[in-house]
């Protein structure tokens, strides 16, 4: 499975980052567990509709971190990327914490995938 990054996810990922430090391990892991099971697994993560695309949109709502170590199973980060089972391939849109916006760009996801 070839992982891809849009520009904006990394600035989105660069900022968190030096808020969190354990995100690179953190993203690791997540990463590793896309690469076996990129489908949407609820109640953990979840296809996003009603964006009018054809292309698989997947929001995850559950990333372990350890900068939440004590705060609960919900650690607030939110992932948001594509998913091209054809092409072997998954193309990470937006990261951010839950309490800075309360829900995806779609806007963003509409512009890079329509």
């Keep these: 499975m ?8 990394n600035k989105d990922y660069k900022k968190l980052l030096k808020k969190y ?3 690179e391990s953190d993203m690791s ?3 590793k567990i896309l690469k076996v099971r990129p489908n949407a697994q609820p109640p953990l993560s979840f296809e996003i509709a009603g964006l009018g ?5 997947v929001k995850v709502k559950k990333i372990a971190s350890d900068s939440f170590k004590g705060r609960g199973v919900n650690s ?3 992932l948001i990327y594509a ?17 800075d916006k309360e829900n995806e760009d779609r806007e963003r ?3 890079n995938f329509k």
């Design 76 to 78: 607030g980060l939110r």
């Design 109 to 111: 996801i509409i512009l």
């Design 21 to 23: 430090r354990t995100l």
């Design 83 to 99: 998913h091209f089972p054809d092409e072997q391939k998954i193309t990470f849109i937006e990261l951010y914490h839950k309490n």
């Design 53 to 57: 695309i054809k292309t698989c949109v």
């Design 2 to 9: 070839q992982i891809e990054y849009l520009s904006e996810y």
């Design 29 to 31: 892991d997540v990463i």
